[in-house]
């Protein structure tokens, strides 16, 4: 098993044949309070650091993309919106952007002091978004 790290996260890959295609990583403590938790609740970020699990790699990013592209063939005709966190570390702005441009939104609702964890550090204001979006399309 190969291993890499990304400050205190863990990125391990199989042996054999696409190593780097087959693989799991797991958020580090120092990683998870630093770029997911960051403005959470430190009870919040205490209780996920003990149910942090080692996530699947899916090795052909192009054709995950391809995949799970919203079209009107794959759920186009579902309501989307979505909801930016201005200070989420792990989705930096740009790939939101190219996100909501691949995949188009009926609506763009923004928090401008969530981190990748709104419903812990807004939860007052991401509930909000999301009462105003069931008023307004469901």
């Known amino acids: 098993m190969c ?26 403590p ?12 430190l009870e919040d970020l205490t ?5 942090v699990r080692p996530t699947r790699i899916y090795g052909d990013e192009e054709l995950l993309r391809e995949e799970t592209r919203v079209t009107r063939d794959k759920y ?7 909801v930016v966190c201005e200070q989420d570390k792990v989705l930096k702005p740009n790939f939101q952007v190219s996100m909501i441009e691949r995949n188009p939104t009926n609506d763009v609702k923004v928090i401008p002091d969530a981190d990748h964890m709104p419903m812990f550090s807004k939860p007052h204001e991401l509930f909000s978004h999301l009462q105003e979006i069931a008023n307004t399309y469901y």
């Open 30 to 41: 120092q990683f998870m309070a630093s770029n997911l938790y960051q403005l959470s609740p």
């Open 47 to 51: 209780l996920a650091l003990s149910l």
């Open 76 to 82: 186009g005709t579902v309501t989307k919106v979505y």
């Open 3 to 28: 291993l890499e790290s990304n400050l205190d996260s863990v990125t391990m890959f199989d042996e054999g044949h696409n190593a780097h295609h087959n693989g799991s990583f797991i958020f580090g």
